[in-house]
């Protein structure tokens, strides 16, 4: 290693061709290797958790524009939407080969406009008028508005200019986890502490609220298909779930942070809480949706209810989202938020590493 940094400066002056080398080696594989690391963060989290997202986010895409729909058609504040497991799958298998078309936006090089505006939206669009086909193609097919695409072109460059690259930012580390104090001491809390800043808030939220529709989609389902026999397993839920479900998780995660790491509770004694929170915080949200017609539940009919906004019936469900959720929250404190200024920093820093070694 010594003799390779010191071999470098002799190079530099005594073989001006040799100089040239090295000043024209790191410009030609700069942009490459700027184009190939964008493409190998995207495997940054492993493949089980993007197909997870990727359906998570499709759900959510789902129930928004089937809400919207609603609220433009029949103006009602409880803002319904649809999905269906179905659909979820799908959604999980179009994102996950929509990713491996974005990683070769490199063959477009100096070309960025014919992939952004043309070639992914183009992809993008077939694949959901694919989907949006998949229930009717033993009938007819669908025929798809100027008005759908429009959103889906809409959608489209969100995903290529800000999905693709928000999830590129994202690293898993298995490692990452943190153990329960064993003591007080102020090292042992700051360790405790250090996952958090890991995630932003904000995302921990998004994450939680687009947890929640997915959550109610199954569980309504699942609930027509037993109830029902519809077999097409369409689920529904509301866009004040999304607000409900992100904020009462948040709020969960943090005891479930300070109650096992800090004063290491063992599930047993956090569940009592976690329940009893859950059901002030679903009755909170009942009581004042109520006041303006936007409550899209009501469980009268049930046993057990109290003003018809919450039941005991429920309980053997929260009990076990609740054990979920310490288990999701395990999984957030593993992934880390890169800034975009960071891998900027760090190629510069391989760059001027990698060149002494060219000398030899």
Request: hydrophobic fraction near 40%; aromatic fraction near 14%; glycine fraction near 8%.
């Amino acid at each position: 290693m010594a003799s390779r940094w010191q071999e470098g400066p002799r190079g530099r002056s005594e073989d001006p061709a040799g100089g040239l080398k090295t000043t024209r080696v790191p410009r030609q594989q700069e942009p490459s290797g700027e184009t190939e690391d964008a493409a190998e963060s995207l495997r940054e989290l492993p493949r089980w958790m993007r197909l997870y997202f990727y359906g998570m986010h499709g759900v959510t895409l789902d129930v928004l524009l089937s809400s919207l729909q609603g609220v433009l058609n029949y103006r009602d504040p409880k803002l319904v939407g649809f999905s269906s497991p179905y659909l979820c799958i799908m959604h999980s298998l179009t994102h996950f080969a929509l990713e491996k078309i974005y990683s070769q936006k490199r063959c477009f090089r100096g070309r960025p406009v014919v992939f952004h505006l043309i070639f992914y939206p183009s992809v993008y669009i077939g694949l959901q008028i694919l989907i949006g086909n998949i229930n009717t193609l033993t009938e007819q097919v669908r025929v798809v508005s100027g008005t759908q695409l429009a959103v889906h072109y809409i959608l489209a460059l969100y995903f290529a200019q800000v999905f693709h690259r928000g999830l590129s930012r994202l690293q898993y580390h298995p490692s990452c986890h943190p153990d329960p104090p064993s003591a007080p001491a102020p090292e042992d809390r700051g360790r405790v502490r250090g996952p958090l800043r890991g995630l932003p808030g904000f995302l921990r939220f998004l994450f939680f609220g687009m947890h929640g529709f997915l959550d109610e989609v199954i569980f309504t389902s699942v609930f027509n298909l037993v109830e029902k026999s519809d077999r097409t397993m369409s689920g529904h839920t509301s866009l004040w779930s999304f607000l409900m479900y992100g904020s009462c998780s948040f709020v969960v995660e943090k005891l479930y942070l300070h109650l096992h790491f800090s004063r290491g509770w063992g599930t047993c004694r956090r569940l009592p809480i976690y329940i009893c929170f859950i059901y002030a915080w679903e009755f909170s949200w009942g009581l004042v949706l109520r006041q303006f017609d936007a409550c899209s539940w009501d469980y009268s009919h049930y046993p057990h209810n109290f003003m018809g906004l919450i039941t005991l019936l429920y309980l053997p469900g929260w009990v076990c989202l609740s054990l979920y959720q310490d288990m999701l929250s395990n999984v957030l404190l593993r992934i880390k938020h890169v800034p975009a200024d960071i891998p900027g920093s760090s190629n510069k820093d391989k760059n001027t590493t990698e060149d002494p070694v060219l000398f030899t």
